[in-house]
């Protein structure tokens, strides 16, 4: 059977999409910080018919996300799409451009781009053996349209939109799709009134077709 390793997988976008490649056949590789919250959703999902199974690690902490993504290899046999959206809402996401400074957006690098880099060099000599896979990065709209109260962390999620376009080119003829994906609206069934929102399952359902269709470099989702 095929598998996705979701990595940042929690109780909303993570699940949904567990759920979605689940009923079309994947195992599901889920891998976040929170042991607890990663046992929930295995036992959810097991109880769903889904073949599951969870490994610890923080993006930021590059030996344990490399460690974890070779034990879900193990674990399944390999991984066939790997869809990286670790949690963005952490100590320092919230920050003014203008007061951006080195120490302040290190810990955003390394959890969002060292983490992608880390997770990407992880599934993709294999899927380039394999002549096959998905590697999904997700974001938020900052990525492309810088959100001033996010200035650290847009900064280090339009270098991981620059990486997976610049992978999309490199790679078009492999096999292997790369794309990013950006979320511009709020990720729930419900929302603050006024604010625009998609349902987990609905995202989900889009990164499914741009993993069968493999005709889009980039998704936007508003």
């Known amino acids: 059977m095929p598998t996705i390793a979701i990595v940042g997988a929690g109780p909303g976008l993570g699940l949904a999409l567990a759920r979605q490649f689940g009923r079309e056949g994947f195992t599901a590789a889920l891998v976040a910080r929170n042991e607890s919250r990663l046992a929930e959703l295995v036992e959810t999902l097991t109880a769903e018919g889904i073949e599951t199974a969870a490994f610890v690690a923080d993006t930021a902490d590059i030996p344990a996300l490399e460690a974890a993504l070779v034990a879900a290899r193990a674990r399944f046999g390999g991984i066939d799409v790997l869809e990286f959206s670790p949690y963005a809402a952490g100590p320092g996401s919230m920050l003014d451009p203008r007061d951006v400074t080195v120490d302040a957006l290190r810990p955003v690098i390394e959890s969002h781009l060292f983490g992608a880099v880390a997770a990407i060099q992880n599934v993709l000599p294999a899927m380039r053996a394999e002549g096959s896979g998905t590697i999904l990065l997700t974001a938020g709209i900052g990525s492309i349209e810088p959100v001033a109260v996010f200035g650290a962390l ?42 625009p929102h998609r349902s987990p399952a609905e995202i989900a359902d889009r990164l499914w077709q741009l993993h069968t269709e493999r005709d889009q470099r980039e998704l936007v989702i508003r």
């Open 154 to 195: 847009n900064t280090a999620q339009a270098a991981t939109r620059n990486l997976a376009l610049n992978l999309n080119g490199t790679l078009a003829d492999s096999g292997v799709h790369v794309a990013h994906v950006a979320i511009g609206v709020f990720v729930g069934d419900e929302a603050p009134e006024g604010r």
